[in-house]
């Protein structure tokens, strides 16, 4: 049933999305005001569910690329948004009639809906990843063999690129370069997906999900209840560390930005160390050595009483926080899709472990 | 008025063009060979001038972009050019009726005599540098404020890229690291003008002038006459220096092949040394220290006895060459077009000298 997202929603969803984008996605609060703007001027977004788009109808994903800690420093204007999707539009050569977010993650939450308002067009409720990755072929519409060409770029200055690639690995490699040109971030658009792909390949219910979450924290906060047990509730996810940022390493490279925290144990958790690796999302998570959390399962860390979930960007020193791992979708956990998104893939020489089956 | 291109005139074209090419624009083997099969294939090419392309009709020119150090590892197909064309007319959504070649150099002179040939199109007695240079937007449209938007790439995999910039110097960056991931090497369709611009912007009669060098050293050598001194008659060239190849130094970086090779003098400039700085294409000749020939001026070596011009990517210890010195085209020689193409553009702290004013 489709339903409307005003203010509020919008408020819920880039929240809970922050839960889901493990560190990564960009920045939740500018996000989340610029979502609201266009909703403010033009009105609230209609949300879909994916039964209710024909199986002929087109969907366009709209995002940011690039890396988070220079996204905070270019505030998006929505006009970069508006010519990705006229590019891709122009070379289908044929309508889009629905916007869809491609991961779950603080801005890239909220651009879609942005989007979505300033064109009048529904937002279906699903998303790429069920979380936030941080390359482009990390999309379960990959894993299905939905091509991510025509894959449009813009920029704040007036820059565009049209790439059309033979894989999405080498869409990553093309894209990545551009975007790191275009001054380490850029607007994208790209997987244009069939009503009948999005069936088969999306991550379903994604957009309600992050609202759900976003509400749980919400009301908890709002009830002085425990924020932290209510995100567990509602994504299935557990307490994998207490403890308080003591160091964190960042830098900006390759369009990415790269880094480790050291988390040393309060608590439960006093007299242990935890390392955290990310590339823009939060990849694995180490305690005194040993892995007990890596992708593709999402490791996201909130703050300790707020249930506030904290982007890589924001890491600082003297943070006390919770470490929450949560199980990723079904589509993440073939051979195939481990391929792509596993430890491997990182660079970590070891095998993926299910967070439930460590934790439960 | 407008003449046949068979194969006899391509090899003409194909080695007056490597003495134009200053040492770049890839390799004139290759090259002819291609342009010498697409006209037993398809015919003749018509080679017109740019009085008799109408003011409103659209030409582009085709070539390719890279390290010429890799260009001749990768025998190019004509596929991608036949796409990248396709892809500016499908852009600018008006038909495009005229090839012209960006610059003159090896393959980038008989890349566009290709093309003609397999789309039965004529080719425009002109180009975009009456030499050859290393970036995008080092051609004479840009002086006039023509943009090489759309600027459209493919590679032999079958990837591909249209990319829309504010102006070309950014063209540049976004294109050379799409070349750079496209193996160092692109084929590329770019700087869509009408013959009104042509007219303006081109140096006209490059591929004239470069037949009629190429004939130049043909007959010479048929009559066993001095070849080098045919080439300075037709280029109002000079001989620069005399000397014996020690040293090459070559490297590719940053889709570029970058070196220097150093010779010692022979004959009247025995006892002396020169070195010659390259980027792609030769930029500087130091004669002992001193700068005696530099960009825009045109600095190219060809072997002593034959009159071969020599490209940066086929220097070998050894060689016995007499270096040319000759005049650039006047739409160089302006302080705008010194800022896109003179010494400082290229990181030498020295002001540009014509070369007739050290040799006359």
């Known amino acids: 049933m489709s339903r409307m997202i005003g203010i509020q929603e919008v408020d819920d969803i880039a929240l809970g999305a922050a839960v889901l984008g493990t560190g990564g996605g960009g920045d939740p609060y500018i996000g989340k005001l610029m979502a609201q703007q266009s909703i403010r001027e033009h009105g609230p977004v209609e949300l879909v569910s994916v039964d209710e788009v024909p199986d002929d109808e087109w969907s366009v994903s709209i995002a940011m690329m690039g890396a988070p800690t220079v996204m905070v420093e270019k505030m998006p204007g929505g006009d970069e948004c508006v010519q990705a999707f006229n590019a891709v539009q122009s070379y289908l050569g044929k309508p889009i009639k629905y916007i869809y977010s491609i991961e779950a993650g603080g801005i890239n939450s ?4 942005t989007l979505a308002a300033r064109l009048r067009m529904p937002l279906i409720d699903l998303d790429g990843m069920g979380r936030a990755f941080p390359e482009i072929q ?3 519409h990959n894993l299905f063999g939905i091509t991510a060409t025509p894959f449009t770029m ?3 200055k007036g820059n565009s690129a049209v790439l059309a690639t033979i894989d999405n690995r080498w869409m990553e490699t093309f894209a990545r370069s551009i975007a790191v040109n275009m001054g ?4 994208i658009a790209c997987y244009a997906s069939s009503g009948a792909q999005q069936k088969e390949a999306a991550v379903h219910g994604t957009m309600s999900l992050a609202e759900t979450i976003g509400k749980a924290i919400r009301e908890a906060r709002a009830a002085h209840t425990n924020p932290i047990e209510a995100i ?3 994504t299935n996810g557990f307490v994998i560390f207490h403890g ?3 160091d964190v390493q960042r830098r900006t490279v390759a369009g990415f930005a790269r ?3 050291l988390l040393e144990g309060i608590g439960a958790d006093a007299g242990s160390i935890m390392k955290i ?3 823009n999302e939060n990849l694995m998570a180490e305690k005194d050595g040993t892995i007990i959390a890596s992708v593709p399962d999402l490791i996201t860390m909130v703050e300790e009483d707020t249930g506030e979930p904290i982007t890589t960007e924001q890491l600082r020193y003297g943070f006390r926080v919770m470490v929450l791992g949560m199980p990723c979708h079904r589509h993440w956990r073939t051979e195939a899709a481990l391929k792509v998104v596993g430890p491997r893939y990182f660079g970590y020489e070891t095998d993926y472990v299910p967070v439930e089956q460590r934790f439960s």
């Open 259 to 261: 880094g480790e925290a």
């Open 184 to 187: 380490a971030t850029a607007h």
């Open 232 to 234: 567990q509730r509602v």
């Open 277 to 279: 690796q990310f590339q």
């Open 244 to 246: 308080k940022l003591t």
């Open 110 to 113: 909220t651009i879609p809906i």
């Open 138 to 140: 990390m999309v379960t």
């Open 154 to 156: 813009a920029d704040e």
